[in-house]
């Protein structure tokens, strides 16, 4: 048994360091409260201390046992359409930095329940923005927007459940050092691109092709991210300029591209909130007032609503 304080090895059982003699406390696996050796009970849940922990209900396998229901139902309902597509997605990586030094500093049971609430975070966060975690890589996850739920607006929602992700891991991260002495922390990267949909299974078991190393790049812009931030692409930025808060921090020379690509951090919500407001930073309302085109909706000619979404996607394909 490691002594949180100073880190002295002791013998399995002791109720004090001989090191230092700091007094250890055993945490209750149902809210982990500190709590004295010998306790029979949690004074904050009353959960029973002489139970055997119960094992995790999440078949991590199994994408239906980690799925809302209401999204895989879209899915289902939708995949015989999607098979075989091309789709622009964004790719979100996450994990723990250092998980194997954090895994030796507690035991195996409270290690798996230290993850199964970090994976339940990041479920949360992902499925409130209607993507999919496509994969569980053992102390993370890769997510995505787009795909096979359709999305416009799919690096958007990456963006926004990363910032929501990135509070919450913090508070997490926060839990964990008070009560468990542990510098835990997660760190995220994203990257926009296309993949092509290969066949979904009745169990939600997805396959997909990436294109122009997509989903490569995401998990290479999240090895590169800071612990407790989000990194972008410069792929994902363009898409999201203006919308959110980005830092721009220079070139990356990444390993299997030949160019050097453009990273930034998602620092927060943008002051931008539509896409008409974007075109106009971009002079794209200026150019539909030139051409006579910006016509009011009693007005003959083409509404400007139509035309500044034609222009939009011509801009962001551009970009």
């Not at 003699?21 to 409260?33: D, L, R, S, V, Y």
């Not at 999440?58 to 359409?81: E, F, M, V």
């Not at 979100?92 to 194997?100: E, G, I, N, T």
């Not at 923005?129 to 993370?140: A, F, S």
Request: include cysteine.
């Amino acid at each position: 048994m490691k002594c949180p304080e100073c880190q002295f090895e002791n013998r399995e059982g002791a109720k004090f360091c001989l090191e230092c003699g700091e007094k250890f406390e055993i945490p209750c696996p149902q809210c982990a409260k500190p709590l004295p050796p010998g306790a029979k009970f949690c004074d904050e849940c009353g959960h029973d201390l002489r139970k055997p922990v119960e094992a995790s209900t999440i078949d991590y396998s199994q994408p239906q046992s980690y799925t809302p229901k209401h999204l895989a139902d879209k899915i289902l309902q939708t995949k015989s359409a999607l098979e075989g597509e091309r789709k622009q997605v964004t790719v979100l990586f996450a994990d723990v930095k250092q998980s194997m030094e954090l895994a030796e500093q507690v035991d195996t049971e409270e290690w798996h329940r230290i993850l199964d609430r970090f994976f339940e975070i990041l479920a949360d966060g992902v499925h409130r923005y209607e993507g999919t975690i496509n994969q569980y890589t053992g102390d993370g996850i890769m997510a995505l927007f787009g795909a096979p739920i359709a999305h416009e607006d799919h690096a958007q929602r990456a963006c926004y459940a990363a910032l929501g992700l990135c509070e919450q891991l913090r508070k997490y991260a926060e839990e964990l050092r008070l009560e468990r002495g542990l510098n835990f922390s997660a760190r995220l990267g994203l990257n926009s691109g296309e993949v092509v949909v290969g066949k979904i299974g009745d169990n939600l078991r997805m396959d997909y092709t990436a294109q122009g190393h997509t989903v490569g790049l995401a998990h290479r812009v999240e090895q590169v991210a800071e612990p407790g931030h989000a990194y972008l692409s410069q792929h994902t930025a363009r898409l999201v300029e203006g919308f959110f808060q980005l830092r721009d921090l220079g070139e990356s020379k990444v390993a299997g591209v030949s160019e050097p690509l453009r990273v930034y951090e998602l620092q927060g919500v943008g002051p931008l909130r539509t896409r008409l407001e974007v075109a106009a930073r971009h002079g794209l309302v200026a150019s539909l007032a030139a051409s006579g085109r910006w016509e009011s909706s009693s007005g003959h000619g083409r509404q400007p609503r139509r035309d500044v979404g034609r222009l939009w996607r011509c801009w962001a394909r551009r970009v």
